[in-house]
C-alpha cells in the first residue's frame, strides 16, 4: 500500500527566513512523487514533480530514495507563498491513483 | 482552453433528490478523476476514467454513479445521498491515466440536507 506522511499541520515562517515542508512516503515500487499547492480561493494545481527536476517559484524537492522523502525547499519565504502544500505520490504504471498526504498549511508572517 | 472546468460551483440537495455534477476539459486528456474533499482534509479519489473506461472505483456507494459520455465530458450523477456525503467534489484530468500532472476544477460544493 502507498502511503504519504506529512507530519506538520500548519507552519509559520517569518518573511525571508528558510522554508521547509516535510514529506515522507511508502511504496514499494519505483514511485512518483508531487508537490501540489492551493492557494486562497484558487484551484489546487502542480507546484513540481521530482521528475522534472525544476525550481518553481523558489521552491525545489529532491527525491531521496534512503529516507523515502521528498521535502519541499525555498532558501528565502515570500508572503504570497502562503497556502496549503500537499505532497503526492503515485506509481509509475499505468492506471495507478495519486495519493495524497494530509497537508501542510503554511503561514507567511510580514 | 487549459482549464477544467466544473458544474454547478454550488448545490444544496434534500436526501431523495436526484442531480447531477458535471467536470468539462478541452486539452485533450484521456484520463480524467472525481475526487472527494472534506474540509481540511486532502482529496480522496473516488474514480477514474482512462479513455472513457472507468479503470478505478475506490469502493464507493452505489449513491455516487460516474459517466463519461465522451474524452471531454464527465458526470456524476447523484442519488439518495446522505448528508455525511456534503464536501468539496473536485474533477481533474491528465494527458494519461499514470504519473502525469493533474489538472484539477475548481470544484462543486455540494451540501445534502
Known amino acids: 500500500a502507498q502511503r504519504v506522511t506529512q507530519p506538520e499541520k500548519l507552519l509559520s515562517v517569518f518573511k525571508g527566513a528558510p522554508v521547509e515542508l516535510k514529506c515522507n512516503y511508502s511504496?514499494?515500487?519505483?514511485?512518483?512523487l508531487f508537490w501540489y499547492v492551493q492557494y486562497s480561493r484558487q484551484r489546487l494545481q502542480l507546484l513540481l514533480r521530482?521528475?522534472s527536476r525544476e525550481s518553481i517559484k523558489g521552491f525545489t524537492a529532491d527525491l531521496n530514495k534512503g529516507e523515502t522523502s521528498f521535502h519541499l525547499k525555498k532558501p528565502f519565504a515570500q508572503e504570497e507563498d502562503s497556502a496549503m502544500y500537499y505532497c503526492?505520490?503515485?506509481?509509475?504504471?499505468?492506471?495507478?491513483?495519486?495519493?495524497f498526504g494530509t497537508g501542510t498549511r503554511l503561514t507567511i508572517i510580514p | 482552453d487549459t482549464e477544467v472546468t466544473q458544474t454547478p460551483k454550488h448545490l444544496v440537495m434534500g436526501m431523495t433528490n436526484k442531480k447531477s455534477l458535471k467536470c468539462e476539459q478541452h486539452?485533450?486528456?484521456?484520463?480524467m478523476y472525481w475526487y472527494k474533499q472534506k474540509a481540511k482534509k486532502p482529496p480522496e479519489l473516488m474514480f477514474v476514467?482512462?479513455?472513457?473506461?472507468?479503470?478505478i472505483n475506490e469502493s464507493v456507494p452505489s449513491r455516487f454513479s460516474p459517466e463519461c459520455p465522451n474524452s471531454s465530458l464527465l458526470n456524476l450523477h447523484l442519488h439518495a445521498l446522505q448528508p455525511e456525503d456534503s464536501a468539496l467534489y473536485l474533477c481533474?484530468?491528465?494527458?494519461?491515466?499514470?504519473?502525469?500532472?493533474?489538472?484539477f476544477g475548481p470544484g462543486t460544493r455540494l451540501t445534502v440536507l
Open positions: 481533474a484530468s491528465s494527458h494519461l491515466p499514470s504519473a502525469n500532472e493533474q489538472f
Open positions: 511504496y514499494s515500487g519505483s514511485p512518483e
Open positions: 521530482h521528475i
Open positions: 503526492a505520490l503515485s506509481g509509475s504504471n499505468l492506471n495507478e491513483k495519486l495519493t
Open positions: 486539452m485533450g486528456h484521456r484520463a
Open positions: 476514467y482512462s479513455y472513457e473506461k472507468l479503470s
